[in-house]
C-alpha cells in the first residue's frame, strides 16, 4: 500500500455524487518511515537469532547478548510505526471511497499472505523443520496460526485494523458498506462461535486468531494524527533534533525494561509508545532529496514483500554468522552483517518479482 494514491481527474458533484476528496501530493516522508520500519522489523528478528544463541542471558555470552539486546530495543518501534502508516492510509491519506476498494486493498495483502504461509510451511518441509505434521499446520493457519511463519502475527490483527478503519470512514461519509460490516461482524464472532461448535460437535478446532488488540487500533488513531500534522507543526532542525534526543532515551529506556523486566518488550508498553511516537515526530514532514525519491518510492513499493520474504533469508544466513562466543567486534559485526545479507537479499528479491508483475501474488 503506497502513502498516496494516484490522483484522479475531478468529477462534477451532483445531489448523488458528492464532490470527491482531494488528494494531497506523495508523502516522501512516510515512505521513508515505511522503508525504515521494514528495515527494523528485520534488525528485531536478527537480534531474536542472537538471543536464541545465548539462552537469553548475559551469562551464555555477554557481548552477543548486549549487541542483540540494543538491537532489538531500537527496532521494537517498527511494528507500531505500521500500525501508524495504516490509519493514515485509510484515515486521512487515501481514505476508502466504496467497498470495492477495502476488498482490493484487503487482496493485496491477504492473497500474499496465503501464498507466503504456504512457502514458508513449504520450506520448513523441505528442511523437516516442522515441529508438527504439515498438514495441521496448514489447518492451524486458516484460524490464525503464526507457524512456522511466525512473523505473518501481524498479519493476523493488521486485517481486522484496516477493516474497522474503513467500515468506520464509509459509514463516517454516509455509505453503507454491507460487505465489509458483514466481514467485520464475523470476524467478531468467529472466537465464540468457533469455540460453541467444537463443543457441540466435539471436535478440535484451532483458537481464531484474526483479532486485533485496542493498542493496534490507538497507535494506528494516533498515527493519523501525527502524520496529519501541517508541516508548520514539526518543521524546524532544532525540533527535529528534540525530537531524536527523546527517541534516544526512549530507546534507552526499551533496553533497561528488557533487561530487568521482560524480554522482548510488549508493543503495548509506554517505552515502546514513547520511542515510536518520538522517531514517527522526528521524520515526520521531512524533506526527502529529489535525486532519492525514485529510489525510495521502489523501496517502499517492495517493503511488503521484503517483509513477506525475510525470515526465509534470516533464517538461512543466520548459521553462518551467529555465534554465542564471539566477542565485541565479532558480535556487532554479526548483528550488522546479518541484518545487511537479509536485507539486501529480501529487497532484492521483492523488487525483481514486482517488476516481473508478480506483486499481486508475493506482495
Known amino acids: 500500500m503506497t502513502a498516496t494514491e494516484s490522483p484522479r481527474a475531478p468529477v462534477p458533484a451532483t445531489a448523488e455524487t458528492p464532490a470527491p476528496r482531494a488528494r494531497g501530493e506523495h508523502r516522501y516522508d512516510i ?24 539462552d537469553r542471558t548475559p551469562a551464555e555470552g555477554g557481548p552477543v547478548y548486549w549487541t542483540a539486546l540494543a538491537g532489538d530495543a531500537l527496532s521494537r518501534c517498527a511494528v507500531p510505526l505500521f500500525f501508524a502508516i495504516a490509519g493514515w492510509v485509510v484515515l486521512s491519506g487515501a481514505p476508502p471511497r466504496d467497498g470495492g476498494q477495502i476488498r482490493k486493498r484487503l487482496a493485496r495483502i491477504v492473497v500474499p499472505m496465503a501464498v507466503w504461509t504456504v512457502a514458508y510451511l513449504a520450506w520448513d518441509w523441505i528442511r523437516d523443520a516442522n515441529s508438527d505434521p504439515t498438514r495441521d499446520l496448514a489447518w492451524d493457519a486458516l484460524f490464525g496460526s503464526v507457524r512456522p511463519a511466525f512473523h505473518l502475527w501481524y498479519l493476523y490483527a493488521y486485517v481486522p485494523v484496516i477493516l474497522l478503519l474503513s467500515v468506520a470512514v464509509l459509514v463516517r461519509a454516509g455509505k453503507r458498506p454491507w460487505g465489509a460490516g458483514a466481514a467485520l461482524l464475523a470476524l467478531a464472532l468467529a472466537p ?15 483458537p481464531f486468531a484474526w483479532q486485533f488488540g485496542v493498542y ?9 494524527v ?7 507543526a514539526v518543521a524546524g532542525r532544532g525540533r527535529r533534533l528534540v525530537w531524536l534526543a527523546g527517541g534516544l ?3 534507552g529506556a526499551v533496553a533497561v525494561y528488557e533487561h530487568r523486566v521482560h524480554f522482548p518488550s510488549p508493543y503495548a508498553s509506554l517505552v515502546v509508545a514513547l520511542l515510536a511516537g518520538t522517531l514517527l515526530m522526528a521524520l515526520n514532514r521531512i524533506r526527502v532529496p529529489e535525486r532519492f525519491r525514485p529510489l525510495l518510492g521502489r523501496l517502499a513499493g517492495a517493503s511488503f514483500g521484503a517483509y513477506l520474504v525475510h525470515l526465509m533469508f534470516l ?7 551467529v555465534s554465542a562466543d564471539a566477542g565485541w567486534p565479532a558480535a556487532v559485526a554479526g548483528l550488522a552483517g546479518l541484518t545487511l545479507a537479509t536485507v539486501v537479499l529480501s529487497f532484492a528479491a521483492a523488487l525483481l518479482w514486482t517488476r516481473l508483475r508478480l506483486g ?4
Open 226 to 232: 501525527l502524520l496529519s500534522l501541517p508541516g508548520s
Open 360 to 363: 499481486r501474488w508475493l506482495g
Open 216 to 224: 493496534q487500533i490507538v497507535y494506528a488513531v494516533a498515527g493519523a
Open 31 to 54: 515512505d521513508l518511515v515505511r522503508v525504515l520500519a521494514s528495515v527494523g522489523v528485520i534488525v528485531c528478528h536478527a537480534a531474536g537469532e542472537m538471543m536464541k544463541a545465548v
Open 192 to 206: 465464540t462461535l468457533l469455540g460453541d461448535l467444537a463443543r457441540l460437535l466435539d471436535v478440535r478446532l484451532p
Open 315 to 321: 533464517e538461512a544466513v543466520a548459521p553462518r554468522l
Open 249 to 251: 532515551c526512549a530507546w
